[in-house]
């Protein structure tokens, strides 16, 4: 009774003896694309500061466009008259929508939720909208994205077993009504996992979602401010109740680190704003960790940030012309260091994957995260909830 | 005693019978370019939001950096360090840069000027500096342009005549110390005549300057506010001075209509920030005039801005799609209309040559200004001024 068909489905082609670590391929009508998959985030219809043709340049083989962004603006029926979403940015690689649910659950104000769907107010201009189920689906096929989602209840970290739970059996009965209101079988409708940070919970959403056959599992509900060990254990207990032969989506991870973790617990897809919102404030991946080029060892620096990098930025500019455009505030340094970001992680999912293939990933992942310094904890957190904050600000 | 060289020679090619327009060819050490000739202004070492790769695409063969931005930041001695400002911003076609004259007489606050040179505040952190016609010329030959400029004194709009005079007196002593300390005679050092809105006044500047014997003249304190049919008269009485074989140079112009004029009266070069800076505020050229891409009118519109235009801009994404991006505050947006706004100026160009190449320059002049819509005056005027004035803040 699953939605699986031959323009969507996916294919395992080799699985670490060691890790739960897979590579494989999503077939879909933009084209193959191969697991693990790094999504970019397009919130508004564009990777911010960049072409269609610089996001497939630096490698990337499908995006994410935000449901709930191109609803409130320009409007579904707009994309819908120019022709669809894949038109209207000037993609023509595979698309991703997600559902809105998390964005209407962290930015929009004065939401009332019930079983029948959400009440809430648009963050731009404050007006009054009603979603259900059935209409984030109708907004997703028309907007003509290959894999789409099903509208989730997201609930906040802290929040307790009874809300958690409460969301957790609301996304399961509104999953099942997205599946009875899909009419377009060429896009992919995906289920996603909540549960908070309940292992029990965790399980029993896999559970139940899997029992109702999707063609692919995300995990929702992660990445919002609770420590890195609790998500990966939550990744693990969900991981576990989802099916071998279907793509596993990890949403809104994230950094370099992170996603080497999500592959070694057996997810395929990820997606995250994180390397284009901090490449915008400068700060440039490394193989040993994020650098800032403000900082001013690279004010008179003759070399790339990364000197071994293929990049287009790195091919041509130093350091120190970056860090004197970021200095002077100039939009070309907002571009070059998105660039360089998602050649970053393309190259590492290139790596990954490379190393799945030719069964060498637990040794890849070891020397990746001994010279990978991730971004302290501690002030990674702070800065995470400063952000999850001033978005759930009216 | 003329300081022309091989390197950095002005060829007339061929001369309107019935105006004063010319196409001829400027050969600069970084290739032939081709007049008449726009330069879009990288202030700081970048076209605002462009790659390079990018404006050479949309055809430009110059371009213009600021001597005082690059003096103030990075420095001139890291831009020595990194291998001069073609190998900084990775520019290898001509490439010209200002004197920092007008820079510091209308952004810098607190400046004292008396003949030795220029005393002046940092509009940036406030610091002070001190600087000499020959240390511009160091400056500037350190940062190794194929086309450099003396340091003038650029009186404001408004000015007595006594105060214009005394500016262009001095600016003329400087002309001669700026000849006498060049040292690099692979850049071609050009004079600027001023003289305000004096035709007397430009007559002499004008006079004087051709008798140093200069490889090129600029025109200099044009477009600061007077109205239009002041700044052509000046053109014309400063032209009528200058040598026909030698480049002219009409500094900060401009629109597309400013550029037709200025070639009917005998101009070769243009440069202005205007078309990249209006584009960055939605403004849009096309043949019957600018156009606000915030308009309402554009938010369902299936095909581009100029429907017929080359740019990769409109070739690939509809006005809707630009108006989207615009209303988002997404930053692809200012990218965009930047290269569209860059390709119209260098599609005007290419036309203007070629009338003047077949000898039809008065009637493409006639039909292009009888069709396109200039922004109106008395609006553009009090922007200008508006603009001035937030300039001259200190």
Redesign the interface.
């Known amino acids: 009774m699953g939605l699986v068909n031959g323009f969507n489905s996916f294919r395992l082609i080799q699985s670490c003896p060691h890790t739960k670590a897979r590579a494989g391929e999503l077939l879909t009508p933009h084209g193959v694309v191969q697991t693990p998959v790094f999504l970019p985030v397009a919130s508004?219809?564009?990777i911010?500061?960049?072409?269609?043709e610089e996001v497939k340049a630096v490698g990337m083989s499908m995006v994410l466009a935000n449901t709930y962004?191109l609803y409130l603006?320009?409007g579904i029926g707009?994309i819908d008259?120019?022709?669809g979403l894949h038109k209207?940015?000037?993609w023509d690689r595979a698309l991703l929508t997600d559902s809105g649910g998390y964005q209407i659950f962290s930015l929009a104000p004065l939401r009332r939720v019930d079983d029948e769907g959400v009440n809430f107010r648009s963050h731009i201009d404050g007006s009054e909208h009603y979603i259900t189920p059935e209409l984030v689906i109708q907004f997703q096929e028309t907007l003509g994205a290959d894999i789409i989602m099903v509208l989730d209840e997201c609930p906040a970290y802290g929040d307790s077993l009874e809300k958690v739970k409460e969301a957790m059996e609301r996304t399961h009965r509104w999953a099942e009504r997205c599946q009875k209101a899909q009419k377009r079988h060429a896009q992919a409708l995906y289920a996603i996992v909540q549960g908070g940070i309940f292992p029990e919970l965790r399980r029993q959403s896999a559970e139940y979602l899997t029992s109702l056959g999707f063609p692919g599992y995300a995990i929702g509900g992660l990445s919002l401010g609770e420590p890195k060990k609790v998500t990966l254990a939550m990744i693990e207990e969900t991981v576990a109740q989802l099916p071998e032969d279907k793509p596993r989506y990890l949403m809104g991870v994230g950094s370099p680190e992170d996603i080497v973790e999500g592959v070694a617990r057996g997810c395929d897809i990820f997606d995250s704003a994180l390397p284009t919102r901090v490449a915008r404030n400068g700060a440039l991946f490394t193989w040993q960790g994020r650098r800032n080029i403000h900082n001013a060892v690279y004010?008179?620096l003759?070399e790339p940030i990364v000197p071994d990098c293929n990049c287009?930025t790195c091919r041509?500019?130093?350091a120190?012309?970056l860090?004197?455009?970021f200095?002077?505030g100039?939009?070309?340094a907002?571009?070059?260091a998105t660039i360089h970001n998602l050649s970053f992680i393309s190259s590492l999912i290139n790596k990954i994957r490379g190393a799945i293939l030719n069964g060498t990933f637990p040794s890849f992942k070891d020397k990746f995260l001994g010279g990978y310094q991730p971004a302290n904890e501690e002030l990674r957190l702070s800065q995470k909830q400063k952000w999850l904050k001033s978005r759930f600000k009216p």
């Open positions: 508004q219809g564009a911010k500061t960049l072409t269609p962004h603006r320009p707009v008259k120019l022709g209207f940015m000037g004010s008179q003759d287009y041509n500019f130093s120190a012309y860090h004197h455009l200095n002077s100039e939009l070309l907002y571009r070059l």
